[in-house]
Structure formats: structure tokens, C-alpha cells
Nanobody, 115 residues
Framework: VRLVESGGGLVQPGGSLRLSCAASGFTFSRYLMSWYRQAPGKERELVAVISSTGGTTDYADSMKGRSTISRDNAKNTVDLQMNSLKPEDTAVYYC?????????WGQGTQVTVSS
């Protein structure tokens, strides 16, 4: 299983970023995918989740209305579009695939929101 995130970077408050995760090594279309984030000194937290078909999504309260998770099962990718970014969104963002009771993780991509 391999998950590779990209798209992070430095953005000003109010800006947007689109994160992407490329998955390989498993049948992507069968599994729920998620984005998590971890800020310095804080626990990793769920940001958004999408069902295997893409038909169902859910978001952390802090990201509702500001983010959209999507997936392309033909390309084995899952994206997270984030808008109206705030300094408190600064974190390492991780892509995750859920296999039963365990999760596989990517290496993460840094998102920094600062002026």
C-alpha cells in the first residue's frame, strides 16, 4: 500500500489549496478514504472522509463549508479542496485508507497558513 500526498504549501489567510493523494497497491475503489491533519503539539484529527463510491462525504465541523473531498476511482486519487484557509488550519495533512480496524497513511504534506 502506498499513499503519496501533494499540493501543500504556504498560503495567506483566506486563500485556497488543493491537496491530492495518489494511491497504489490496493483496490482503491473498494475502500473509504480520509484526510487527517496534525498540528504541532496536537493529536491527529479527522478532516474529511469519503465513501468508496464517492457518494457519501463527511467533514469535521471546523472544515464544513470550507472544504470538499472528492475521489477519482479511475485514477486512484483522492483530493481535498480547502478554501478560506485560516492560520489554525496550519498542519501536516495526511491521506489515509481504512482497512477494517487499521489505517494506512501517507507521509503527509505541510500546509502553512500565514501572512
Amino acid at each position: 500500500v502506498r499513499l503519496v500526498e501533494s499540493g501543500g504549501g504556504l498560503v495567506q489567510p483566506g486563500g485556497s489549496l488543493r491537496l491530492s493523494c495518489a494511491a497504489s497497491g490496493f483496490t482503491f475503489s473498494r475502500y473509504l478514504m480520509s484526510w487527517y491533519r496534525q498540528a504541532p503539539g496536537k493529536e491527529r484529527e479527522l478532516v474529511a472522509v469519503i465513501s468508496s463510491t464517492g457518494g457519501t462525504t463527511d467533514y469535521a465541523d471546523s472544515m464544513k463549508g470550507r472544504s470538499t473531498i472528492s475521489r477519482d476511482n479511475a485514477k486512484n486519487t483522492v483530493d481535498l479542496q480547502m478554501n478560506s484557509l485560516k492560520p489554525e488550519d496550519t498542519a501536516v495533512y495526511y491521506c489515509s485508507a481504512k482497512f477494517g480496524l487499521t489505517n494506512a497513511w501517507g507521509q503527509g504534506t505541510q500546509v502553512t497558513v500565514s501572512s
